[in-house]
Protein backbone atom coordinates (compact mmCIF):
# COMPACT_ATOMS: atom_id res chain seq x y z
CA UNK A 1 0.00 0.00 0.00
CA UNK A 2 3.10 2.05 0.92
CA UNK A 3 4.33 1.95 -2.72
CA UNK A 4 1.19 2.32 -4.37
CA UNK A 5 0.43 5.66 -2.64
CA UNK A 6 3.87 7.05 -3.36
CA UNK A 7 3.06 6.57 -7.13
CA UNK A 8 -0.40 8.08 -6.94
CA UNK A 9 1.22 10.77 -5.52
CA UNK A 10 3.82 11.20 -7.86
CA UNK A 11 0.80 10.97 -10.52
CA UNK A 12 -1.02 13.69 -9.18
CA UNK A 13 2.12 16.33 -10.67
CA UNK A 14 1.57 18.12 -14.04
CA UNK A 15 1.70 15.10 -17.12
CA UNK A 16 3.38 14.82 -19.86
CA UNK A 17 2.23 11.13 -20.79
CA UNK A 18 2.91 8.62 -19.22
CA UNK A 19 6.08 6.77 -19.44
CA UNK A 20 7.32 2.82 -18.95
CA UNK A 21 8.44 3.89 -16.08
CA UNK A 22 5.20 4.62 -14.66
CA UNK A 23 3.88 1.50 -16.13
CA UNK A 24 6.85 -0.76 -14.26
CA UNK A 25 6.50 1.36 -11.15
CA UNK A 26 2.62 0.96 -10.52
CA UNK A 27 3.95 -2.77 -11.31
CA UNK A 28 6.26 -2.63 -8.24
CA UNK A 29 3.54 -1.33 -6.05
CA UNK A 30 1.09 -3.78 -6.30
CA UNK A 31 4.16 -6.98 -6.66
CA UNK A 32 6.96 -5.74 -4.69
CA UNK A 33 5.70 -6.52 -0.81
CA UNK A 34 5.73 -10.49 -1.99
CA UNK A 35 8.05 -11.05 -4.84
CA UNK A 36 11.23 -8.90 -4.20
CA UNK A 37 13.89 -10.26 -1.74
CA UNK A 38 16.87 -8.61 -0.31
CA UNK A 39 19.85 -9.67 -1.88
CA UNK A 40 22.96 -10.45 0.59
CA UNK A 41 24.30 -7.55 2.51
CA UNK A 42 27.66 -6.23 1.39
CA UNK A 43 30.78 -7.01 3.21
CA UNK A 44 31.42 -3.78 5.21
CA UNK A 45 28.11 -2.18 4.00
CA UNK A 46 28.08 1.21 6.70
CA UNK A 47 25.25 1.00 9.06
CA UNK A 48 24.71 4.67 9.37
CA UNK A 49 20.99 5.44 7.37
CA UNK A 50 20.08 7.56 4.36
CA UNK A 51 19.77 11.31 4.87
CA UNK A 52 17.29 13.06 3.26
CA UNK A 53 19.22 16.16 1.68
CA UNK A 54 17.42 17.87 -1.26
CA UNK A 55 13.59 17.28 -2.55
CA UNK A 56 12.00 18.40 -6.04
CA UNK A 57 8.75 18.59 -6.39
CA UNK A 58 8.21 15.80 -8.93
CA UNK A 59 9.65 12.35 -9.88
CA UNK A 60 13.28 12.54 -10.35
CA UNK A 61 14.11 10.41 -13.13
CA UNK A 62 18.29 11.39 -13.54
CA UNK A 63 20.53 12.92 -11.55
CA UNK A 64 24.65 13.82 -11.76
CA UNK A 65 27.11 15.97 -9.86
CA UNK A 66 29.82 18.82 -12.00
CA UNK A 67 33.35 19.01 -10.50
CA UNK A 68 31.85 22.28 -8.24
CA UNK A 69 30.24 19.69 -6.10
CA UNK A 70 26.44 21.17 -7.75
CA UNK A 71 23.50 18.77 -8.76
CA UNK A 72 21.62 18.69 -11.74
CA UNK A 73 18.00 16.72 -11.93
CA UNK A 74 15.68 16.03 -14.55
CA UNK A 75 12.40 16.37 -13.50
CA UNK A 76 9.90 13.96 -15.48
CA UNK A 77 6.54 15.47 -15.48
CA UNK A 78 7.33 19.36 -15.90
CA UNK A 79 10.37 18.09 -18.38
CA UNK A 80 12.76 20.74 -16.42
CA UNK A 81 16.56 20.48 -15.36
CA UNK A 82 17.00 21.44 -11.53
CA UNK A 83 20.23 22.50 -10.27
CA UNK A 84 21.41 22.59 -6.45
CA UNK A 85 24.05 23.96 -5.20
CA UNK A 86 24.82 21.30 -2.14
CA UNK A 87 22.86 19.27 -0.21
CA UNK A 88 20.22 21.68 1.97
CA UNK A 89 19.89 24.69 -0.82
CA UNK A 90 16.61 24.97 -2.80
CA UNK A 91 16.03 23.57 -6.33
CA UNK A 92 16.92 26.08 -8.80
CA UNK A 93 14.82 25.64 -12.10
CA UNK A 94 17.92 25.71 -14.04
CA UNK A 95 15.40 25.14 -17.45
CA UNK A 96 11.70 25.20 -18.59
CA UNK A 97 9.71 22.28 -19.56
CA UNK A 98 12.44 21.17 -22.17
CA UNK A 99 11.20 17.50 -22.52
CA UNK A 100 14.35 16.39 -20.19
CA UNK A 101 12.56 13.55 -18.65
CA UNK A 102 15.50 10.67 -19.26
CA UNK A 103 19.02 10.55 -17.79
CA UNK A 104 21.63 13.41 -17.26
CA UNK A 105 25.17 13.71 -17.62
CA UNK A 106 27.96 16.38 -17.23
CA UNK A 107 30.69 16.66 -19.99
CA UNK A 108 33.85 17.33 -19.03
CA UNK A 109 33.33 20.62 -20.03
CA UNK A 110 30.50 21.61 -17.76
CA UNK A 111 28.00 21.60 -20.13
CA UNK A 112 24.73 18.62 -19.38
CA UNK A 113 23.70 16.23 -21.90
CA UNK A 114 19.89 15.40 -21.08
CA UNK A 115 17.53 12.96 -22.86
CA UNK A 116 14.08 13.45 -24.06
CA UNK A 117 11.04 11.36 -25.02
CA UNK A 118 10.96 8.76 -22.04
CA UNK A 119 7.48 9.22 -22.20
CA UNK A 120 4.91 5.95 -23.09
CA UNK A 121 4.71 6.69 -27.06
CA UNK A 122 8.64 7.63 -27.86
CA UNK A 123 9.75 4.55 -25.58
CA UNK A 124 7.76 1.79 -27.23
CA UNK A 125 8.13 3.04 -30.80
CA UNK A 126 12.19 4.40 -30.35
CA UNK A 127 13.51 1.26 -32.32
CA UNK A 128 11.31 1.68 -35.32
CA UNK A 129 11.04 5.67 -35.55
CA UNK A 130 14.36 6.71 -33.44
CA UNK A 131 13.24 10.63 -33.55
CA UNK A 132 14.16 11.79 -30.16
CA UNK A 133 16.91 14.15 -29.28
CA UNK A 134 19.96 14.91 -26.58
CA UNK A 135 19.95 18.13 -25.91
CA UNK A 136 22.88 20.08 -24.60
CA UNK A 137 22.17 22.56 -21.77
CA UNK A 138 24.31 25.46 -19.88
CA UNK A 139 24.76 25.10 -16.11
CA UNK A 140 25.09 28.80 -15.77
CA UNK A 141 22.28 29.92 -17.87
CA UNK A 142 20.14 26.98 -19.00
CA UNK A 143 20.15 27.73 -22.87
CA UNK A 144 19.53 25.17 -24.44
CA UNK A 145 20.36 23.48 -28.12
CA UNK A 146 20.35 19.92 -29.59
CA UNK A 147 23.37 17.76 -29.24
CA UNK A 148 22.38 14.47 -31.06
CA UNK A 149 18.86 13.60 -33.01
CA UNK A 150 17.67 10.36 -34.30
CA UNK A 151 17.62 8.39 -30.96
CA UNK A 152 14.71 5.93 -29.48
CA UNK A 153 13.04 7.73 -26.08
CA UNK A 154 15.93 8.55 -24.35
CA UNK A 155 16.19 6.84 -21.10
CA UNK A 156 19.53 6.66 -20.10
CA UNK A 157 22.57 8.37 -20.81
CA UNK A 158 26.33 7.48 -20.28
CA UNK A 159 29.25 9.51 -21.32
CA UNK A 160 32.67 8.15 -22.33
CA UNK A 161 35.95 8.82 -21.07
CA UNK A 162 36.06 9.88 -25.34
CA UNK A 163 33.30 11.75 -25.15
CA UNK A 164 31.00 9.41 -26.86
CA UNK A 165 27.76 9.27 -25.57
CA UNK A 166 25.53 5.74 -25.26
CA UNK A 167 22.10 6.17 -24.59
CA UNK A 168 18.87 3.60 -23.80
CA UNK A 169 15.12 2.96 -24.85
CA UNK A 170 13.32 1.41 -22.01
CA UNK A 171 11.11 -0.20 -24.07
CA UNK A 172 12.68 -1.34 -26.74
CA UNK A 173 16.26 -3.02 -26.93
CA UNK A 174 18.24 -0.77 -28.86
CA UNK A 175 21.45 1.14 -27.37
CA UNK A 176 22.26 4.34 -28.83
CA UNK A 177 25.56 6.18 -29.93
CA UNK A 178 26.67 9.49 -30.48
CA UNK A 179 30.59 10.03 -31.47
CA UNK A 180 32.65 12.94 -30.30
CA UNK A 181 32.21 14.24 -33.93
CA UNK A 182 28.36 13.94 -33.89
CA UNK A 183 27.95 10.73 -35.96
CA UNK A 184 24.77 8.64 -34.52
CA UNK A 185 23.90 5.70 -34.84
CA UNK A 186 20.22 4.26 -32.76
CA UNK A 187 20.99 0.98 -33.06
CA UNK A 188 24.54 0.39 -31.96
CA UNK A 189 24.05 -2.46 -29.60
CA UNK A 190 20.79 -4.72 -28.71
CA UNK A 191 19.88 -5.96 -24.76
CA UNK A 192 16.06 -6.37 -23.90
CA UNK A 193 14.58 -3.59 -21.92
CA UNK A 194 17.43 -1.65 -21.27
CA UNK A 195 17.37 1.05 -18.60
CA UNK A 196 20.20 2.07 -16.59
CA UNK A 197 23.61 2.59 -18.49
CA UNK A 198 26.99 3.44 -17.65
CA UNK A 199 31.02 3.04 -18.88
CA UNK A 200 33.77 1.70 -17.32
CA UNK A 201 36.58 3.46 -16.60
CA UNK A 202 39.05 2.47 -19.46
CA UNK A 203 35.56 3.01 -21.82
CA UNK A 204 36.18 -0.68 -23.31
CA UNK A 205 33.10 -1.91 -21.44
CA UNK A 206 29.16 -0.20 -21.45
CA UNK A 207 27.22 -1.85 -18.88
CA UNK A 208 23.02 -2.03 -19.16
CA UNK A 209 20.53 -2.87 -16.55
CA UNK A 210 17.76 -5.08 -18.25
CA UNK A 211 14.30 -4.22 -15.69
CA UNK A 212 12.21 -6.72 -17.07
CA UNK A 213 11.28 -9.67 -17.84
CA UNK A 214 14.23 -11.34 -16.46
CA UNK A 215 16.64 -8.58 -14.44
CA UNK A 216 20.16 -8.59 -15.23
CA UNK A 217 23.39 -6.71 -15.95
CA UNK A 218 25.31 -6.30 -19.13
CA UNK A 219 28.66 -6.08 -20.27
CA UNK A 220 28.59 -4.55 -24.20
CA UNK A 221 32.22 -4.87 -25.52
CA UNK A 222 33.27 -1.52 -27.20
CA UNK A 223 35.16 -3.25 -30.00
CA UNK A 224 32.32 -5.89 -30.74
CA UNK A 225 28.84 -4.23 -29.84
CA UNK A 226 26.91 -7.18 -31.69
CA UNK A 227 27.82 -9.60 -28.71
CA UNK A 228 26.31 -8.19 -25.55
CA UNK A 229 27.19 -10.53 -22.79
CA UNK A 230 25.14 -11.07 -19.78
CA UNK A 231 27.51 -11.00 -16.55
CA UNK A 232 24.90 -11.61 -13.66
CA UNK A 233 21.70 -12.27 -13.14
CA UNK A 234 19.36 -11.21 -10.16
CA UNK A 235 18.58 -14.18 -7.99
CA UNK A 236 14.74 -15.30 -9.25
CA UNK A 237 13.30 -14.26 -6.13
CA UNK A 238 14.25 -10.53 -7.60
CA UNK A 239 12.25 -11.10 -10.88
CA UNK A 240 9.82 -8.37 -9.83
CA UNK A 241 12.88 -5.91 -8.47
CA UNK A 242 12.56 -3.65 -11.36
CA UNK A 243 16.41 -1.95 -11.31
CA UNK A 244 16.48 1.11 -12.53
CA UNK A 245 19.31 3.85 -12.51
CA UNK A 246 22.82 2.85 -13.12
CA UNK A 247 26.35 4.53 -11.74
CA UNK A 248 29.65 2.95 -10.76
CA UNK A 249 31.86 3.51 -7.71
CA UNK A 250 35.83 4.43 -7.36
CA UNK A 251 36.67 0.68 -8.25
CA UNK A 252 34.81 0.56 -11.23
CA UNK A 253 32.32 -1.72 -9.67
CA UNK A 254 28.28 -1.02 -10.84
CA UNK A 255 25.75 -0.11 -8.39
CA UNK A 256 22.23 -0.09 -9.17
CA UNK A 257 19.16 1.23 -7.98
CA UNK A 258 15.73 -0.68 -7.68
CA UNK A 259 11.89 0.49 -7.53
CA UNK A 260 10.12 -2.40 -5.79
CA UNK A 261 13.18 -4.10 -4.24
CA UNK A 262 13.90 -1.01 -2.51
CA UNK A 263 17.57 -2.02 -2.49
CA UNK A 264 20.89 -0.50 -3.84
CA UNK A 265 22.81 -3.51 -5.41
CA UNK A 266 26.22 -3.67 -5.93
CA UNK A 267 28.22 -5.61 -8.38
CA UNK A 268 30.68 -7.79 -6.69
CA UNK A 269 32.44 -10.58 -8.86
CA UNK A 270 29.49 -12.48 -10.68
CA UNK A 271 26.88 -11.39 -7.74
CA UNK A 272 24.56 -8.58 -6.64
CA UNK A 273 25.15 -7.80 -2.74
CA UNK A 274 22.80 -5.30 -1.03
CA UNK A 275 24.47 -1.71 -0.11
CA UNK A 276 21.04 -0.45 0.89
CA UNK A 277 17.58 -1.41 1.70
CA UNK A 278 14.27 0.37 2.52
CA UNK A 279 14.62 3.04 -0.39
CA UNK A 280 12.00 2.16 -2.85
CA UNK A 281 11.01 3.65 -6.36
CA UNK A 282 14.79 4.95 -6.68
CA UNK A 283 15.73 5.90 -9.97
CA UNK A 284 19.04 7.03 -9.83
CA UNK A 285 22.61 6.98 -7.76
CA UNK A 286 25.71 9.42 -8.91
CA UNK A 287 28.47 10.07 -6.68
CA UNK A 288 29.47 13.52 -5.51
CA UNK A 289 32.73 15.67 -6.72
CA UNK A 290 34.73 18.08 -5.60
CA UNK A 291 35.37 19.28 -2.29
CA UNK A 292 32.45 21.61 -1.67
CA UNK A 293 28.62 21.06 -2.32
CA UNK A 294 27.59 17.38 -2.77
CA UNK A 295 31.03 15.93 -2.43
CA UNK A 296 33.57 13.40 -4.05
CA UNK A 297 33.26 10.14 -1.94
CA UNK A 298 29.35 10.42 -1.38
CA UNK A 299 26.65 8.25 -2.61
CA UNK A 300 23.45 10.24 -3.56
CA UNK A 301 19.86 8.28 -4.58
CA UNK A 302 17.33 10.06 -6.46
CA UNK A 303 13.85 8.82 -6.69
CA UNK A 304 9.85 8.86 -8.25
CA UNK A 305 8.90 10.64 -4.71
CA UNK A 306 11.37 13.61 -5.76
CA UNK A 307 13.62 12.88 -2.76
CA UNK A 308 17.63 12.68 -2.66
CA UNK A 309 19.62 10.91 -0.20
CA UNK A 310 23.05 10.62 0.99
CA UNK A 311 23.87 6.73 1.41
CA UNK A 312 26.16 6.16 3.67
CA UNK A 313 26.28 2.34 3.08
CA UNK A 314 27.88 3.35 -0.70
CA UNK A 315 30.47 5.95 0.21
CA UNK A 316 34.00 5.93 -0.86
CA UNK A 317 36.47 4.99 1.25
CA UNK A 318 38.59 8.14 2.69
CA UNK A 319 42.37 8.24 1.35
Given at each position: ????????????????????????????????????????????????????????????????????G?????????????????????????????G???????????????????????????D??????????????????????????????????????????????????????????????????????????????????????????????????????????A??????????G????????????????G????????????????????????????????????????G????????????????
Amino acid sequence: MRLTRNIRAALRGPRRGMSAAVVLAAAAGVFAPTCAHAAPVCDAAASAPPVQVARIPDWVESIAVDKRGRMFATAYFTGRVYRMDGPGSAPVPLTGNIGANGGIVVRDDGRLLVGTGNDLAHSLTGDALAVSKLLQVDPETGSVTTYASGLGGIDGVALAPDGTVYTTTLGGRNIGRVTPDGQVDPAWARVPQPNGIAVSPDGTQVYVIQTTIAPGLYRIPVADPAHPQRWISADTSNALALPDGLTLDGRGRPLIATHAAGQIWRAEGATLCTVESGLYLSTQLTYGHGERGFSAGKLYRAGVDGRIYEVPGGAEPRT
